[in-house]
């Protein structure tokens, strides 16, 4: 008896049942059951997310698989049409360009025709998102397919058109997060939470770069950096903890799918380990990363220059809107043209797939010194061995078709980029890079071919390790990153020219941040996204300008003791979603916010035969309208730098402006990015 | 003469000088000055302050290479008594003893006599520098000889009392920023610039922990995460760039002294690429993971209670109080006698340097089973090509001393962090997990003896990797923080355990944080350090929460009409630095701030002879009493959430809080603190 009391009483009042009580070993049964207990709690303390950011991990690794996997035998199946289809020039060359057109325009025409916003990467849109920006649906899960499908055709034409994976991937990872936000919202009945969804869509573009390229690390600070002007350290774990799961099954599907032994990176290197570099070639690094900064811009440049083009020429922007297939088509058939191996191709190593373009750039021999005394005759099959001689021509050497392959794909990408299908613009960059690394790098071992004498051992310079700077560099200068570097490492598996890559991203993102917007920041500006301009160079006069100086003056204030008349003309006559609530009409005390909907919705509720100038907004308020406290304000002499931090670092749209209490104004993007750019061009005198 | 005309015109409006006028070729003169103008411009547009940041990271590199220098000698030095002074068991131990115990009570001593502030770390009271809080004179310049000085001493001690250098060297980078930021702002005239301040100690933080680690990726990293809790992606590449700059110069310097061949990173590894783990090891490394988290918590409590009992013992108090080298000595006393190699040292394998520790830790081969069969002697003197055999122990085997170092390192290490005197924790730490790390790998190799079967060929498990996961897992848990993954891999230049290190990590961060607060926080709450606490697990309450329900109601206000007799006694009878100013006592519309020290100097310049009742606040402030204009206030309906996040991003301390524009109470720390511990443990109802 005492045995059930205690019992009663260890169970702190909840209630025992008897099969509980007569099962053997009553107290080690609690004690297991409490520690579970226990564990369970602990578990979901920490993280009462992690099962949401695993579950995200896991079924994008699974998608970035299983693409992989089917754009592999697309591929296949093309390389095997295109071998076994005879040597009749013109077929060769129909089976050679008919692939990539019907694929390219499949997917636009699929994509678009199931939503508008399947086409191009999504970092810039998300982007936006991620700053305050409501963009609607962009974020809907209708456009998953789209996107898949549309994505999978346009990597299955290879290198032909040249196009990536990550920006597309970066958009699915966040679509499927903000799906499964608004199930779990749904499922435990909790309110939503603005600022804990925004973590979680930062995490989850961590996990799209991660699931690609198979690197945590560079995934997080890849998407922080591109995505998000500030990040709380707190959220951290969040991104490497999904990125990793991610980058895991990613991997670990490969093994299972016996392509590798155990987990490795995705373009291992192989370089050597002793003495990678001499001293003297950190300045070579370094200049290569200007060279990179400098080719940046221009790109950039040019890009953004074309797609205003594109989106302002007549007959262009005609047949995009009335046909994009076609464009798409037409665009497809110029690309694969110029490809088709045995035509201009031959000088592009256009047999190459991009991975096996990468793997070739990285090879740690030096070309040039191999065919200075012998030249290897050019296989008609594809040599997986030596992949390299896709790059040697007898007649132009290697160097001849490194640089035709950066002329022409230079303006190739340009082209391919206007194409309005899924793609992503990272991977071409990467390859681009590598490619310019590789020249020079090639350049330098033939100029030194006595190399690095080192403890009495002579080693040649490796071009290799100049191809991952290029890389590096050039990608990161396109994109206004520092963390390519880091990708650079995770990708190849080595991190042995960790000083000399890192001095190059960081002179080519000196070059590139000081003349042109990054390429997602470029693109915001063509498409016309909202967007909120930094601060350049923290000027000091910031601090000088104050919020009087810019704010809208004209603000419209319903008081509460306002006849209803008035509100109803107000209402009408503007179109704002909320209008400031003030005390009375003298004192213009700033109360709170009301929304246009509700009081559109009270006033229709009021009964018709209200004699006029009776009612007052206040009658309608006490009536169940509901109001909003305002819960920030600015006042006129908070400082132009202030605010803009507050709009950055809390994500506002608008705040308004107080003087003594009284409403005298607000402040939303549009003020403040007048403001800047005032800082920059100081308005003409009047 | 229309040369000349051309010229005036050309100049735009700059006098030419006679010497310009008749030199040769003026025109591409003209031209190549203007095309020089315009790089220096474009030069310091980017980053106008990138001088500076270079300054710091070069300046910072020869103080960290100039100490390991002198250290290095110190060592010798002892090595070379310890060898020569004969067989004398009592002198051998004299020898080994004295000089560790001298060091560590004049590194005491005199920095302890030169400033208060140079014991330990440094970090815990930048952490809180950088939320906002004023420490005066920490960062004062005068502290700087004492830190370097105490810290070689401390160092020269070696793997005796077993401290480390990061913390030290953040503390001395930040304070160099802050000295070359005073003379910037003194020699442009310039006025001071809070938020650039700010950024600049943020990157000086990463230059210290990289010009000791000669990292500048996870320096960069593991300063964010250890020091603020929110950072601002536009800063993100000054502290590459400074971190760059540093480790740059320190590995150069290696090279200059011919230390080494060629830039390389500083524990080189030589793990196995091909297949460096079997999946199945996947899961192990995880488990050292979760064990680390469990160590680290169980490290974190014993420290931090040890700490608490050092403060509030009478005896050992009054020791620290009165005579700082003598405890210092004592300790060392402790700590130097158990490290004796003849003694238990021969079990702690303390003949090693600290660098040594980590060397042979990270070896890739398996000890376990190459003295399986056969077993070294033990050395009469280091072996440095098996530096190992110091961890063997014909009957212990390397199991029992690695388990035993462990168990003597752990409350040596607790006893060592007590000391009084500048010295890092960090490094210690890193070999303790290692340690733990290659005792997990050795049992596993020692189970598993067939190894890894892959392509035919048989690899054994590699003990290294876990040395190298244990390392990154313990220091992260006890820091708090995932960037030693990558500190792990740019300390030994591999990065092929990338995917199971990260796991590791992320597994001991899981535990430790759900459990312990980080060292760093620890600290800070045992030196009742100011601090504002997060928000843990995103509590949905915090929302619901209001302003309203916690702020500080009882506030000090001076109305404009407040006679000068009120506002003399207000002045006399509080000592805020602040007053809040408002309209009228009747509206107590809130218009700004007035110092108490402005407010004080115009009372006292006021004539004695006032009439009472005559004069008011008004006369002094139209007297030119300054007052301050309030820009950002709260209101009672903003939510704790919300108020958290302004305090946390804008690096507030306290805030006026208006209704209607009326000011009707304040928030600082004090009052959020409040709130957020009732979060977790509401309070009893009344």
Redesign the interface.
């Known amino acids: 008896m005492e045995e059930l009391v205690g019992l009663r009483e260890g169970s702190s009042g909840s209630p025992v049942s008897l099969r509980e009580l007569w099962g053997p070993y009553p107290r080690v049964r609690r004690g297991v059951r409490g520690g579970l207990e226990w564990l369970k709690q602990?578990l979901f303390?920490?993280?009462?997310d992690?099962y949401f950011l695993m579950t995200l991990g896991v079924l994008m690794a699974l998608i970035s698989y299983t693409m992989n996997f089917t754009i592999g035998r697309v591929v296949r199946a093309h390389k095997w049409l295109y071998r076994e289809i005879g040597d009749s020039h013109l077929l060769r060359y129909l089976s050679w360009t008919v692939y990539p057109v019907a694929l390219v325009s499949f997917s636009s025409g699929f994509s678009q025709s199931i939503t508008p916003f399947s086409g191009g990467s999504g970092i810039p849109e998300l982007k936006t998102i991620l700053s305050g920006v409501v963009l609607e649906d962009y974020l809907d899960i209708k456009n998953f397919g789209a996107k898949v499908a549309g994505l999978t055709c346009t990597l299955a034409t290879g290198s032909t058109i040249f196009l990536g994976k990550v920006g597309p991937f970066v958009h699915l990872s966040v679509m499927i997060a903000a799906y499964l936000g608004r199930v779990h919202t749904k499922a435990t009945g909790?309110?939503e939470?603005k600022?804990?969804q925004n973590e979680m869509l930062v995490a989850a573009a961590a996990v799209g770069v991660a699931t690609v390229f198979a690197a945590?690390?560079s995934g997080v600070l890849f998407s922080?950096?591109v995505m998000?002007?500030?990040?709380?350290?707190?959220d951290?774990?969040r991104g490497?903890?999904a990125a990793?799961c991610g980058?895991?099954m990613f991997?670990?599907l490969a093994?299972f799918n016996s392509e590798q032994?155990?987990?490795?990176?995705l373009y291992k290197t192989?370089f050597r380990?002793?003495?990678?570099?001499?001293?003297p070639e950190?300045f070579f690094f370094v200049a290569l990363g200007a060279i990179c900064g400098i080719l940046s811009c221009a790109y950039l440049f040019c890009q953004r220059t074309f797609l205003g083009f594109v989106k302002t020429n007549r007959v262009i922007s005609k047949l995009l809107a009335t046909s994009k297939p076609l464009y798409s088509a037409l665009a497809a058939l110029v690309l694969a043209s110029i490809t088709y191996p045995p035509g201009v191709g031959r000088f592009l190593a256009s047999r190459l797939s991009m991975k096996e373009h990468l793997d070739s750039l990285f090879d740690n021999h030096s070309w040039a010194l191999m065919t200075r005394n012998s030249s290897p005759p050019w296989p008609e099959e594809l040599d997986p061995q030596n992949l390299w001689f896709e790059w040697y021509h007898p007649q132009f050497t290697i160097f001849g078709t490194l640089a035709f392959f950066l002329v022409m794909k230079f303006w190739m990408l340009i082209l391919a980029t206007t194409i309005p299908i899924p793609a992503g613009y990272f991977m071409p960059i990467f390859i681009f890079g590598a490619a310019i690394g590789r020249l020079i790098g090639e350049a330098l071992a033939l100029a030194f071919p006595e190399g690095?004498v080192?403890?009495g051992v002579t080693n040649p310079i490796m071009p290799g390790g100049y191809a991952l700077a290029g890389a590096a560099a050039f990608s990161g200068a396109v994109t206004h990153t520092?963390s390519t570097?880091?990708l650079a490492?995770?990708l190849t598996?080595?991190?042995?020219h960790?000083?000399?890559v890192?001095?190059a991203v960081?002179a080519a993102?000196?070059v590139a941040?000081?003349?042109q917007p990054s390429f997602y920041d470029g693109t915001i500006i063509v498409k016309k996204l909202p967007y909120l301009p930094?601060i350049?160079?923290?000027k000091?006069s910031s601090?000088r300008v104050i919020v009087g100086h810019f704010m809208n003056c004209t603000i419209t204030t319903l008081a509460k003791d306002t006849p209803l008349e008035e509100v109803a003309r107000v209402v009408t006559s503007t179109d704002l979603a909320k209008y400031f609530l003030v005390?009375s009409t003298e004192s213009q005390?700033?109360?709170g916010t009301v929304g246009r909907a509700h009081l559109v919705q009270a006033l229709q509720a009021e009964p018709p035969s209200w004699a006029p100038g009776h009612r007052r907004l206040r009658d309608l308020l006490a009536g169940g309208c509901p109001t909003e406290?305002?819960?920030?304000?600015?006042?006129p002499?908070?400082?132009l730098?202030?605010a803009h931090?507050?709009f950055e670092?809390?994500k506002l749209q608008s705040l308004p402006v107080?003087s003594?209490?009284?409403a005298v104004g607000s402040v939303s993007w549009v003020e403040l990015k007048k403001a800047i750019s005032n800082l920059t061009n100081p308005p003409a005198p009047k």
Chains 1, 2 share one sequence.
């Open positions: 602990k303390c920490v993280g009462e992690w909790e309110s939470n600022s804990k945590p690390f922080i950096e998000s002007s500030h990040f709380s350290v707190w951290y774990w490497f903890f990793t980058a895991f991997r670990l093994v032994e155990t987990i490795t990176s192989s380990v002793d003495v990678p570099f001499d001293l950190i690095i080192a403890g520092i570097a880091l490492f995770e598996g080595q991190i042995v960790a000083l000399p890192l001095m960081l993102n000196a941040q000081s003349c930094w350049r160079g923290r000091i601090q005390e005390i700033l109360v406290p305002v819960t920030l304000q600015l006042s002499e908070t400082s730098h202030q931090n507050l670092l809390l107080t003594l209490g009284r």
